[in-house]
């Protein structure tokens, strides 16, 4: 069975900083997909970076980068020139192709004006 | 182009009573997922609907069912409600089983008292 593990149940940035949000996963297959939700208080989940695993390029999507290790089985985020509006719930997730999306625990992110 | 719907937004029950949540997915989504948000915790899967018909299953009791519609919306039926049952549960929508995203619906924050 898939598994998601977020060590970081809280973090904090100033800012227009940098912050960095661990994460490791445990699956038997070779391709899958890598994902990072960001739910704010809204609660709605918003999808904010995917990667597949057989791309070696890491992924990046405006101020937000992945740091994706296959080997390592780890998947950091990094959020780069912080906001305010950035503070929220995030997310780490893997699926195999629909199979089984799992998410991690979450990591409550805030941001320090 | 409307996003994943999903209604009610808030509901109270009692123990021992019955619960029927509805969700419209994206434009152009055929794929419908049902996730359960405790608080302060990562989304669990529930099931997947495809086709009108349940494609896969996470560790729910039989009293979670569910139903796909022609028009691809969906519902999901919770009998026999306990107090543990009280979360957020979240709808989500797929262009197909295997695209590896989902699109999230606000989720419906049930209470059981």
């Known amino acids: 069975a898939q598994t998601v593990t977020q060590s970081q149940p809280e973090m904090s940035v100033q800012e227009a900083e940098t912050v960095t949000l661990s994460c490791t996963y445990d699956?038997?297959?070779?391709?899958?997909?890598l994902f990072w939700y960001k739910q704010p208080p809204s609660r709605q989940m918003i999808l904010v970076i995917r990667q597949e695993a057989y791309k070696q390029q890491n992924a990046t999507e405006n101020r937000f980068s992945v740091n994706f290790q296959k080997a390592a089985k780890s998947f950091s985020l990094k959020i780069s020139d912080s906001q305010l509006g950035d503070a929220a719930m995030y997310f780490c997730a893997s699926d195999n192709y629909g199979q089984n999306f799992v998410f991690g625990p979450g990591t409550r992110l805030s941001v320090l004006p | 182009d409307a996003g994943v719907t999903q209604s009610p937004t808030h509901l109270i029950k009692t123990r021992g009573q019955q619960v029927t949540l509805r969700c419209s997915p994206k434009s152009g989504h055929d794929t419908v997922s049902w996730y359960q948000q405790a608080l302060g915790q990562g989304p669990q899967f529930i099931f997947q609907?495809?086709?009108?018909?349940?494609?896969q299953r996470g560790n729910f009791p039989d009293r979670f069912s569910g139903h796909q519609f022609p028009n691809y919306s969906s519902e999901l039926n919770v009998n026999a409600l306990l107090l543990g049952d009280s979360a957020l549960y979240l709808c989500?929508?797929?262009?197909?089983?295997?695209?590896?995203?989902?699109?999230f619906g606000e989720g419906s924050r049930l209470t059981v008292l």
């Open positions: 609907y495809y086709e009108e018909e349940e494609r």
């Open positions: 699956t038997s297959e070779s391709d899958y997909y």
């Open positions: 989500a929508s797929s262009i197909t089983p295997d695209t590896g995203e989902l699109f």
